[in-house]
C-alpha cells in the first residue's frame, strides 16, 4: 500500500509554527539554559578559576591558594589562583561579574572590595547584589594596628600622644584609597583627634612591605597579611581591631569599640550559574574548611574559617553594603 507523503495544507501550518517556536526558544537561550542545567551534573569536567582581585601576597590571596589547593585534591579537578588586580579591586571583581555563569570562573574577594567600593566610587563596573550569586563565606580575620619596631610608640595611646606632637607628620600606609586599612585609618582620626597622613599603596603586601623597611611607620593590615611579619619581629603590634580580645591572639590588647572591624573573605560566582553546582562547591569547600590541616593553615595565617550558607551569605549584604556607605560618606574618601 503505498501513501501520500506530500504534505497537506493543514500540515503546513503547523509545521512552520513549530519552526517559529523552536527558533524562538533557541534566540531565548532556553536550550543552552537547559543544557547547562544538565551538564553542571558532570561538574567539574576542568579546570576552575578563582579569580582574586588583588595583587599576589596579600591575605586574600593568600586564603585563596589554602582553599584552592584543597578543592582541587577533593575535586580531582585543578583550581587555579589569576590574580586580576587593579581599581582596588574593581578590575578582577568586574571580570568575573562577566564571566559565563558555567561553574569554572569565581571570585574570591575581601570584604573591602565588595562591599566599599560601590559606596567609594561614583560607579563601579558591576552590581554586588544582581551580578552575583554568594556562595559561601571562608574565613574571617580581625586587623591589626602595627608600626615598624623602631617607631617609639608601643601602644595606641602613646601613638596617639607621639602623632599629636607631630600633627600631619606621621604617615600610615594602606592598600589603596578607600581600601579597609584606609577607613581604620580615617576612623582612628575622627576618633581620637589626631591628624595623620595617609599614603595609598597598590595592594596590602606592598604597604606591609614599606613599614616593614621603614619607608612609613604604621599600617593597620589584615591578621594573615602582617602577622607573619609580627611574629618574626619585623613589626610590633600596637592591637586588634576589635572590642574584645581575638581568638587567634588573646595577649593582643583591643582597640576598642569605635576601631572594630573584621573583615570577611567569600567566594561568589557569576549570577546564574546552576544552583546545582552552587550546592556541591558549597559543600566540597565546607569539608576542606573543616580538615583539621585547613584549620591549622588558617590559624597560621591569622584567620578562622566559617560556617556559612549561600542564602545566609546573600542575606548579610544589603545591610553591610548600607553600613560601609555610611562609614565612607563619613570619612569623606571618594574616588571618581
Given amino acids: 500500500m503505498m501513501f501520500d507523503t506530500t504534505p497537506s495544507s493543514a500540515c503546513l501550518p503547523r509545521r512552520a509554527a513549530l519552526a517559529a517556536a523552536l527558533a524562538t526558544v533557541l534566540a531565548g537561550g532556553v536550550l543552552p539554559q ?49 590574580n586580576r588586580a587593579g581599581a582596588n579591586g574593581n578590575v578582577g571583581t568586574s571580570q568575573v561579574a562577566r564571566s559565563a555563569a558555567d561553574g569554572y570562573t569565581f571570585l574570591v574577594t575581601a570584604q573591602s572590595a565588595y562591599t566599599i567600593n560601590p559606596a567609594l566610587y561614583s560607579s563601579v563596573p558591576f552590581d554586588p547584589i544582581k551580578d552575583f550569586t554568594p556562595v559561601m563565606q571562608l574565613a574571617v580575620a580581625p586587623y591589626l594596628l602595627v608600626v615598624n619596631p623602631n617607631f617609639p610608640a608601643k601602644n595606641l595611646d602613646e601613638l596617639v600622644a607621639y602623632a599629636k606632637q607631630h600633627p600631619g607628620k606621621v604617615e600610615y600606609a594602606s592598600a589603596g584609597n578607600g581600601t579597609l586599612n584606609h577607613l581604620l585609618g580615617e576612623m582612628l582620626k575622627k576618633q581620637k583627634g589626631v591628624d595623620l597622613l595617609h599614603v595609598p599603596y597598590k595592594g596590602a603586601s606592598a604597604a606591609a612591605t614599606d613599614v616593614v623597611a621603614g619607608q612609613l611607620p604604621m599600617t593597620f593590615g589584615s591578621f594573615p597579611g602582617v602577622m607573619p611579619f609580627v611574629t618574626s619581629g619585623k613589626l610590633r603590634v600596637l592591637g586588634v ?90 570619612s569623606g574618601a571618594h574616588i571618581d
Fill in 34 to 82: 537547559a543544557w547547562a542545567q544538565g551538564s553542571s551534573a558532570n561538574w567539574p569536567s576542568k579546570p576552575i578559576t578563582f579569580v582574586v582581585p588583588q595583587a599576589p601576597g596579600g591575605a586574600n590571596d593568600v586564603i585563596a591558594r589554602a582553599v584552592a589547593q584543597g578543592l582541587g585534591q577533593s575535586l580531582g579537578q585543578p583550581v587555579i589562583v589569576e
Fill in 241 to 330: 581591631a576589635s572590642d574584645k580580645p581575638t581568638q587567634l591572639a588573646p595577649e593582643i590588647v583591643p582597640l576598642g569599640k569605635g576601631l572594630a572591624v573584621t573583615s570577611w573573605y567569600g567566594l561568589f560566582a557569576p549570577a546564574g550559574t546552576p544552583d546545582t553546582v552552587v550546592v556541591r562547591l558549597h559543600a566540597a569547600i565546607t569539608k576542606v574548611l573543616a580538615t583539621p590541616v585547613m584549620a591549622e593553615r588558617l590559624k597560621t595565617l591569622g584567620a578562622e574559617s566559617v560556617v556559612s550558607t549561600p542564602q545566609s551569605f546573600k542575606a548579610s549584604l544589603p545591610a553591610e553594603l548600607a553600613y560601609w556607605k555610611q562609614v565612607v560618606q563619613d
